[in-house]
Every structure is written in structure tokens, then in C-alpha cells.
């Protein structure tokens, strides 16, 4: 999690997360959450979950609790014993080695350029007539790099484009010295990956206050 939420972070424009020691803090102003918290030690220190949810209770449904676990299960009976509701569909924390990402380059109709602005790769794979067709970024942390909102706009899927954006992400993050990539992917998306040799190492679960 200390690893993967720099990255994360940048690719958004936030603020550095605030380190506790049981979580990362990170303020988001979005409109359907001001701050989530990340939890360092699900597995290791359930109990820690049970003095985050107070938190996130004390703050209001604006604040999320993001949890790394290889224990979903009990994760999530520790959360909703201590009042919170998991919501969304479980995701997935995936790694793999960069160097040896495979490669599949753009065809016509479209082509894939890459751009850097702050730290962050944004890909974009258009058409003929400039429409956006698939798009991703990754952001370089050190020796990580880190995946975000890779899209394929539904008009284009089933074509091997999410491929494509990967693969130029790669190849990017490889040239500005990263050698692990990290991400945290959807169902849908979990099923890219894996195809493109990424391996699962945790399933992601998000909860906020339950309902009263």
C-alpha cells in the first residue's frame, strides 16, 4: 500500500497521503468523497480496522476506508462488525515485472501517443479522425510504476486496445527506470491483466459509514 498510493496520488493531483502508521490519509475533494484512508495492517492487526472505522464513522459517508487483504472474508466482517458498509465490487492489488511485459503495438485504424507531465505518462490510442479509442496513465515512483484508469471507450472494446495502452505505459515507465508495475484493477479489468501476466497478490476492499 506505501508503495502503490504514491503513485496513485500523482496520477490524480493530490496532496502526499499523511502516514499514521496504521493508515494513509489522503484528503481527495471529490464530490462523492473528501478523504479516504488506506490500512496498512488488515491482515496483520484486524483490530486496527475496528479503530479506523471509528474514524470514518466520526467523519461522515465523505470518508472512505480502503483495505488491502489476502483475507476478504474476514476483512469484511471485521468492517461491518464495526459499522461500516462495504461497497463496490472486491478488486484486485496486481504486480509484475516490467521488463518482461509483453508488447502489442497500435493498428490501423489507430495510433497511440504518449505524453509526460509531471511524473505522470498519459496514453492515449485514437483513430483516423483524432476520437479518443482507448486511454490509461502510469506514474513513476522510483522503481514503481503505477497503473491508473485504463479505458477503452465502449465503441472500441474487444480489440486488444487495453493491450496497447498498456504496453506503451510500459514501455514508458521502463525508459524513465521503473522495474515493478502495481495496480489495483477491476473485475473487468483483472481479466486484462492477468492475460498480460500480471499476478493478483490481494483483493481491495472498500467500505464507508453504514447507513442509519
Known amino acids: 500500500m506505501r508503495r502503490w498510493e504514491p503513485g496513485w496520488g500523482r496520477c490524480r493531483g493530490l496532496a502526499a497521503a499523511v502516514d499514521t502508521g496504521v493508515a494513509l ?14 490500512a496498512l495492517h488488515a491482515d496483520e492487526h484486524p483490530e486496527s480496522l475496528a479503530e479506523l472505522a471509528k474514524l470514518v464513522i466520526s467523519a461522515g459517508p465523505l470518508t472512505w476506508l480502503t483495505t488491502m487483504t489476502t483475507r476478504p472474508h474476514v476483512t469484511r466482517e471485521v468492517l461491518e462488525a464495526a459499522g ?8 484486485t492489488f496486481m504486480t509484475t515485472d516490467l521488463i518482461g511485459h509483453p508488447h502489442h503495438e497500435a493498428r ?9 507531465t509531471d511524473g505522470v505518462w498519459h496514453a492515449r490510442l485514437s483513430t ?3 476520437t479518443t479509442a482507448a486511454s490509461g496513465m502510469t506514474a513513476v515512483i522510483g522503481r514503481d510504476a503505477v497503473a491508473h ?8 472494446r474487444r480489440r486488444g486496445l487495453g493491450s ?3 504496453s506503451a505505459l510500459t514501455d514508458a515507465a521502463v525508459r524513465a527506470g521503473a522495474r515493478t508495475g502495481l495496480l489495483i484493477a477491476s473485475p473487468d479489468g483483472e481479466r486484462l491483466y492477468r492475460r498480460l501476466g500480471w499476478t493478483p497478490r490481494a483483493t481491495v476492499l472498500t467500505a464507508k459509514a453504514a447507513r442509519r
Open 25 to 38: 490519509r489522503v484528503p481527495v475533494a471529490a464530490a462523492n468523497r473528501h478523504e479516504e484512508i488506506f
Open 84 to 91: 461500516l458498509t462495504v461497497f463496490g465490487d472486491p478488486e
Open 108 to 116: 490501423p485504424p489507430y495510433s497511440v501517443r504518449v505524453i509526460e
Open 128 to 130: 483516423e479522425n483524432g
Open 149 to 156: 484508469e485504463i479505458r477503452t471507450d465502449p465503441d472500441h
Open 164 to 166: 496497447v495502452v498498456m
